[in-house]
């Protein structure tokens, strides 16, 4: 049974690991996520797959009185941060499925991503196919469009999201100076309020992302019910989904602490 549990194990980290590493060799993408991620899998390889070399590295740090403490303490410190991933996890995913329901017609904010020389990027494509999805099925809907220009972008992500958006009887404003997340939702606040617009709100992006949003719309004084319209993701944004979502265990209690 230790045996086929060791197997299972390692055949998941192998699997998250080349998931990992994907991202860097197809599209260049490399953050604390993708270090992140590999390290814990290298990690689980190396305590179920290589059980012999582990237990001879375990009874040198347990031949010393300090070492062995130092020992106890890193397995410590991983059982709590195992714990920490799972809770933050369950709430991440749990965060991503409250979307808006039936004729609530809430104030649609789309957050922006980096727009390329060519058009929007896979990230923005995303975020804009899922708000046009639910434009489509939802008449009269007010959005607001939110995303700077960047010195490596052609026109403002608000712009591109807007050029690339079919216009029916909805009313777009564009919020065109947000560089990041936090003024992303604060700029979008000003324009609801400014416009008397629905104080609930549907927020647009990844759905690794929406907890993170939720936070700062609430702690950026949103006051009324916060929705997720989740992007549709396509090959690339599969590929790269376990880096981003591991990265937001990192993004979020530096959020909490600002």
């Not at 998941?12 to 996520?33: E, Q, Y």
């Not at 996890?89 to 727009?115: H, M, R, Y």
């Not at 009324?224 to 549709?232: R, S």
């Amino acid at each position: 049974m230790k045996l086929f549990f060791r197997i299972i194990i390692c055949i998941i980290a192998v699997i998250f690991l080349i998931w990992f590493t994907l991202p860097v060799g197809l599209f260049h993408v490399i953050n604390i996520g993708t270090l992140l991620g590999v390290f814990i899998c290298a990690c689980l390889l190396f305590r179920f797959g290589f059980t012999n070399a582990y237990k001879s590295l375990k009874e040198r740090f347990y031949s010393k009185k300090v070492s062995r403490i130092i020992f106890k303490l890193i397995l410590t410190g991983a059982a709590i941060f195992g714990i920490y991933a799972v809770v933050i996890s369950s709430l991440i995913s749990f965060n991503s499925l409250s979307s808006p329901p039936e004729s609530s017609d809430p104030t649609v904010i789309v957050l922006g991503a980096q727009v390329k020389p060519w058009g929007p990027s896979s990230v923005l494509w995303n975020r804009i196919n899922a708000a046009q999805k639910f434009l489509d099925e939802n008449e009269n809907v007010n959005a607001v469009l939110s995303g700077g220009k960047g010195a490596d972008e052609p026109v403002s992500e608000a712009q591109s999201i807007s050029d690339n958006l079919k216009k029916g009887d909805d009313v777009f404003y564009l919020e065109d100076k947000s560089t990041d997340t936090r003024e992303n939702i604060i700029f979008s606040k000003r324009i609801i309020e400014s416009n008397n617009l629905n104080k609930n709100i549907a927020i647009v992006t990844d759905s690794y992302h929406q907890f993170r949003a939720k936070i700062i719309a609430r702690k950026e004084g949103i006051k009324g019910d916060i929705y997720a319209i989740n992007a549709i993701e396509d090959r690339v944004g599969l590929i790269c989904y376990p880096v981003f979502f591991v990265r937001e265990w990192i993004a979020l209690p530096a959020e909490l602490i600002k």
